[in-house]
């Protein structure tokens, strides 16, 4: 008896020792290791022994241990001891680990003279890896005394020294252009290198150089397009920069596609397959154009490399959304990687199938992706999610076959991401489609029963307040909206008891069953919902229609922190004889519920004190810019517009390094003089690379003018410096102009978008007395979603009640659309567009309403 | 920070390449995009999901995983990956791995296992070291790979030769045995 345990632990010791002279890297320790690295002192070397050392170093670093800086330091310098050894592995491993302890390790720049003598040397062993080490620990400063070597190193004859030292210097990029810049003459000269991977390497390193200029790179892919790159990797890494030119230019060259066309015909697959997806992706193309891309697609799918079928199908599903049709040429073969053994694949190829396939053959699909839709990763099952919403807008009818579907899928196990999209696809189908409502949100309800990411069910809690009520029988979901406050945590409980307030504001039949509901609220254990049930109570019971609506269904539209600031700023005053007015707090298109977007520019405009006498911002637009990128000196207008006046942000970036701008202003000009600058701010001193912003006040008109075009010109003046130092060569200056592209004021600058949930109750709310109409003809578009699309645009309004979206082939179509005016006035649209049938002409009808008669007024004249 | 994913013509196509044992414990990982992959921790929960996705399945030789395409290749107790950006060229990404495999079975005279491994660690190491620098591949070629890595004093004595005829006659070596990895 007890002789057992003692024989089982010996039988135990020797496995563990068979295992461990197995492999000696199983057990490292690192202070063990750091220790044995003494032996690097030693002299002589014992080569073998430090190369052993060195691995461990190494094998504990990639295992991800992590090692201090001193403990770094230490080992580091224990290594530069190791260069008097002549043995070339351990050299070369000395170079490793230099590379790793580079960026944990102090004044690793001391081995900079070791590694430029061995990159110098005779050993073509040593140069490759030397270089790329060297690379790695020097800055700028440093690269300067080796950039002699550098250029020679460009154009070595033998291929790894070239390559590691245009990779190297492609690194380099990102700190030091400057200097690598200079070297373009030899990159270039690389590129008609015989080895491949420099040609390639060269080749994309000189397009890093001269991407910013574009007549470069365009004769740039001229040149080597026709004289053939040997190297496959060059080539495809020049299809790329060519594809990105007919992406980018406006008037694209046309031999850049002949270019990427007589590629499919180039011997290396994978040339042919870079062809093929860089002319799917290009936007604009003709079917004509993508036959023979296609056509490659096509074959590439019945291939027996995996890579080669996997790369093809993903292709083709990327394109199968833009060009269904063009991809349809290929189901024979993608019917038959269904049953591909690898599932990616066979995922691909089903959703693809979904995407291009005819309405009969929707059920035999989904019957397929049953089948396996539990062994594909989370990813795919994404994909196929998205595939089958795709599908359903496609096939409305089909919904039918997909909500059971995506119920199932639902109910299975799986990530949040995973069910966040089903959730959101049955969100979609709901939306697009009403005879899918009902089934959807029978759906949703039993996922909330049953669902443990509490984002999901207070986002179901929510559409389920908005969407149900409207339903033929909105009684039914009470009962599930009410599981919820009883079961459910806090986050859920509190947008169930909103949910159910929504009910009750809707439904007027239901409100006294929704009190009781509420009433039982009150006892919750949590604070929150406590509070939302005695709010919702109290309105319900208490307050008129128009207040319900304003209260439950919309919701306070405002910015937090603009209502943070605004409340101190009313504290601050003293003056408390009037009450705070909340229409002076800025408004907000997002959700509260969203994390706040920072206000970028907030901070800037309140540090100054002529424009935070200004009061609150109201509306920040966006950046535009008022020269062109490559100008000399840049400048960007961003345009805040506060209850009476408008401040112009210009920001300006002076590109010249041989100059340093004074006093730098923006004087603007108006031809109907209405706009008067009441004050502006320059920048003192703008050098060289940095970006600052002048700024100039715009009061409104009191003629009541809302929009103008102003002619802008930059005015500075102009201090010579050394290019490098930046020191001023002398005190001199002189003044200099710069003509900017006009600024335009538009209506859309006094309005916030914020859309209204029912907009209907809203509209009457307002009433006749403040309605404008206006009826005229659109000569700019020539389809109703573009005029829809223009006429919000103009007005800088929200469309509301997804009225924005036009049904194909309809000849009449009536938006919605609302907004806040600045000082916070209500303003909403309804715009009818017509097409007349004679002759495509657009003509819109137009009516305002606002809360202020006057407000109508100004936003009707913007639009004649 | 490097761009792996959003600029298309940018040269970081390589995110990573990892040697996996057959339990899914890390032989050797170099990780270069340091955004997805920064931290140990992020690394090992991305080799766990991914082993468990190839290890099942070893007919297939890629897939797609959080956004990052994986090719892979195994062979008795090891598995090698190559994880690349899901804008590169699979093929070339594929071109990787090929030379991957090849410069290791011809540094382990085609005896591709886990011990063996072990035994050349270092020369594992350069070899992963010669085919991307910093998520830029480097060389695709695995008998010019090999060349530059198999230098280990026990096998050539380096008393009296330069080191260049010696690479000469170990790139003569590693061609050899290149075709004979062909002709089987």
Known sequence: MSGKPKAQSRMKR??????????????????????????????????????????????????????????????????????????????????????????????????????????????????????????????????????????????????????????????????????VRRWANEVQEAVSSDNHMVQYHALGLLYHIRCNDRLAVNKLVQKFSKNSLRSPYAVCYLIRIAARC???????????????????????????????????????????????????????CSSPKAALRF?????????????????????????????????????????????????????????????????????????????????????????????????????????????????????????????????????????????????????VLHLLGREAPKTPNPSSYIRFIYNRVILESTKVRAAAVTALAKFGAQCVDLRKSIQVLLRRCLLDSDDEVRDRATFYLKM?????ESVIHNFILDGLQISPSGLER?????????????????????????????????????????AIPEIAKLGPVFKSGTRIALTESIAEYTVHLIKHTFANAIVLQFECKNTMNDQLLLDVSVELEDPESEWQPSGSIEIPKLPYGEAQSAYTILEFPESGAISGSLGAILKFKVMDVDPTSGEPDSE?????????????????????????????????????????????????????????????????????ERSDRVGEGKTQHTVLLSGIFRGGYDVLSKATVAIDPSDNSINMNIIIRSTEPLVSDLVISAVV | MTDFDGNPTSLYSVKGIVIL???????????????????????????????????????????????????????????????????????????????????????????????????????????????????????????????RCALKSDEVSFSDQSFSSVGMSFIESANKQFKWSLLK
């Open chain 1, 246 to 300: 007919l992406v980018e230019d406006d008037q694209p060259d046309s031999s850049m596609f002949t270019f990427i066309e007589s590629s499919l015909r180039h011997k290396s697959e994978m040339v042919v397959y870079e062809a093929a997806s860089a002319i799917v992706s290009l936007p604009h193309t003709t079917s004509a154009e993508l036959q023979p891309a296609i056509a490659v697609l096509q074959l590439f």
């Open chain 1, 14 to 179: 020797d496995k563990k020792d068979e295992e461990s002279s197995g492999n000696l890297y199983a057990h490292l320790d690192k202070t063990s290791v750091l220790q044995e690295a003494r032996a690097f002192n030693e002299t002589p070397i014992n080569a073998r022994k430090c190369s052993l050392i060195l691995t461990k170093l190494l094998y504990i670093i990639q295992q991800g241990e992590s090692i201090g800086r001193t403990e770094a330091t230490e080992a580091f310098f224990a290594v530069t001891k190791l260069w008097q050894s002549k043995d070339a592995n351990l050299r070369r491993l000395v170079y490793l680990v230099v590379k790793e302890l580079s960026n944990i390790s102090d004044d690793v720049i001391i081995v900079t003279s070791s590694l430029t003598k061995d990159m110098t040397g005779r050993e073509d062993v040593y140069r490759p890896a030397s270089i790329r080490a060297l690379c790695r620990i020097t800055d700028t400063g440093m690269l300067q005394t080796i950039e002699r070597y550098m250029k020679q190193a460009i154009v070595d004859r033998n291929g790894s020294v070239s390559s590691a030292a245009i990779v190297s210097s492609t690194h380099l990029m990102k700190k030091s252009s400057e200097v």
């Open chain 1, 540 to 544: 319900l019971t208490e307050a008129g």
């Open chain 1, 311 to 459: 790369a093809a199908v993903r292709t083709l599903n990327k394109v199968a959304m833009a060009h269904p049709t063009a991809v349809m040429s290929c189901n024979v073969d993608l019917e038959k990687l269904i049953t591909d053994s690898n599932r990616s694949i066979a995922t691909l190829a089903i959703t693809t199938l979904l995407k291009t396939g005819a309405e009969s053959s929707v059920e035999r699909l989904m019957q397929q992706i049953s089948g396996f839709v539990n062994e594909i990763s989370d990813e795919f099952k994404i994909v196929v999610v998205d595939a089958i919403r795709s599908l359903c807008s496609r096939y409305p009818r089909k919904h039918a076959v997909m909500m059971p579907f995506l119920a199932k899928m639902l109910r299975n196990d799986g990530s949040f991401e995973y069910k966040k999209a089903i959730v959101e696809t049955i969100i979609a189908i709901i939306e697009e489609n009403p005879d899918a409502k009902t089934a959807g949100l029978a759906h949703l309800c039993e996922f909330i029963e049953d669902c443990e990411h509490d984002n999901l069910s207070t986002r």
């Open chain 1, 732 to 800: 001199d200056t002189y003044d200099q102009t710069y003509v900017l592209e006009e600024v335009e004021i538009a209506v859309s600058d006094s309005i916030q978008a914020v859309s209204k949930s029912s907009f209907a109750s809203a509209w009457e709310a307002l009433g006749e007395d403040s309605a404008r109409e206006e009826t005229f003809q659109l000569s700019t578009v020539d389809t109703i979603p573009e005029a829809v699309k223009k006429i919000a645009e103009i007005l800088g309004l929200s469309p509301c």
């Open chain 1, 566 to 606: 605004a409340v101190l700023d009313y504290l601050k005053s003293g003056n408390y004889s009037a009450p705070f007015d909340l229409r002076i707090v800025p408004v907000s298109t997002q959700a509260l519920s969203q994390p706040e977007k920072l206000e970028p520019y907030a901070a800037q405009l309140a």
């Open chain 2, 21 to 147: 044992d057959q339990d899914g414990n890390r032989i050797i990982a170099k990780y270069y995009d340091h955004q997805n992959f920064g931290s140990v921790k992020e690394q090992k929960a991305f080799e766990k999901n991914m082993f468990s996705k190839t290890s099942r399945n070893t007919s297939s030789e890629i897939l797609l995983l959080d956004g990052v395409t994986c090719i892979y290749r195994t062979n008795v107790d090891l598995y090698f990956y190559v994880l690349g950006s899901t804008r590169e060229n699979e093929l070339i990404l594929e071109s990787v791995l090929t030379c991957l495999y090849d410069s290791v079975s011809t540094v382990l005279r085609k005896n591709v296992e886990k011990k063996a491994l072990i035994d050349a660690m270092d020369t594992a190491m350069l070899i992963i070291d010669e085919i991307c620098d910093e998520g830029i591949i480097l060389e695709t070629d695995a008998p010019s790979i090999v060349s």
